[in-house]
């Protein structure tokens, strides 16, 4: 078995694993932005939102 086997297989894992809690997963992501935002000061706000955005969207296409 490849690299790329496992990494499929993860994947998949991945997949299953948030099936159902994609919300409270995207909640979390949130949270993890705001601690961020909070512990910086809130000197990199426009930075931590476009990761969150990122992390938001590759959660969407992971159900795909």
Excluded: F, H, P, R
């Excluded at 994947?11 to 909640?27: Q, R, T």
């Excluded at 476009?50 to 959660?59: F, M, Q, T």
Aim: no cysteine.
């Amino acid at each position: 078995m490849g690299i790329s086997d496992s990494m499929g297989g993860m994947a998949d894992k991945a997949k299953d694993m948030m099936s159902g809690n994609e919300d409270k997963i995207d909640d979390a992501v949130k949270k993890a932005g705001d601690k961020a935002d909070d512990a910086t000061g809130n000197k990199y706000s426009d930075q931590i939102d476009k990761g969150e955005d990122a992390a938001s969207d590759a959660i969407k296409n992971l159900k795909k």
